[in-house]
């Protein structure tokens, strides 16, 4: 299925544009093990390896993954099923996704939401700092936009540099409108270039990830809260403007 570009605000934040979003209390994150690619209820299996605990994260301890495309011609990424909680199960409705991600040995990074055949990517330049393409073939996904922003913020004043913190947004809507969806899904992993789903991976092209979050109702995820067995709600996330 040919992939349509979708134009939506896309937006680049920095340091001082960010810094006062620890004064929002509300947190939520529905993404489990959001530190540990490795862990089961991620699913690695998607010709791409995960190395645990490689480098130093955000948070200033060393618990980011490194994240090695593996195979031939495909897309190379870690995928999460996520449940959704009862009272979100309506439609339509914003869905937002982030990782903080740092350079390995490729410049460009992916977001994207798998629903059967269909998908929402962003694309995200973290040499550069800058925001690439978002595209969708999802007939149920619209308005999606994309965000960049760097990893030390007031949350992680010692953050080191090279990590950014990539999002994307889109608002979900059921098959023919109606309510009930359960389940979402985050695909996160390095690429190639700009706009780049499917590539030969047999160089062993990676990046570094870490704190993987979602979060519903909003068109950003908040604060970053971390998760291992249990999900995060403490509240609705604002949106930003």
């Known amino acids: 299925m040919a992939r349509t570009a979708i134009s939506g605000r896309v937006s680049v934040f920095n340091r001082s544009a960010v810094a006062s979003r620890s004064a929002i209390p509300s947190q939520q994150n529905l993404i489990l093990n959001s530190e540990d690619f490795s862990a089961a209820s991620w699913n690695a299996n998607n010709a791409i390896s995960v190395t645990t605990n490689q480098i130093i994260a955000p948070d200033v301890t060393t618990t980011a993954d490194l994240l090695t495309a593996t195979g031939g011609v495909q897309k190379h990424y870690c995928c999460r099923a996520i449940a959704v909680p009862g009272v979100y199960q309506f439609s339509p409705r914003r869905v937002s996704v982030s990782c ?12 994207g939401n798998e629903r059967h055949t ?22 149920t996904a619209v308005g999606v936009t994309s965000r960049i922003e760097v990893a030390r913020t007031a949350q992680f004043p010692s953050a080191p540099i090279g990590w950014f913190r990539c999002s994307m947004s889109y608002i979900m809507i059921s098959p023919g409108g109606g309510a009930g969806m359960t389940s979402e899904s985050i695909m996160l992993g390095p690429t190639t270039g700009n ?5 030969d991976g047999t160089a062993g092209q990676n990046c570094y990830a870490w704190g ?8 950003w995820t908040g604060q970053y809260a971390k998760t291992t067995a249990a999900q995060i709600d403490t509240g609705s996330i604002r949106s930003l403007p």
């Open 212 to 219: 993987a979050s979602m979060a519903i109702g909003a068109n």
């Open 100 to 111: 903080y991600y740092a350079q390995g040995d490729v410049s460009w990074v992916f977001l």
């Open 118 to 139: 269909d998908f929402v990517f962003a694309w995200f330049n973290i040499a550069a700092g800058t925001l690439g393409a978002v595209t969708a073939d999802n007939p």
């Open 195 to 199: 706009s780049v789903s499917d590539y």
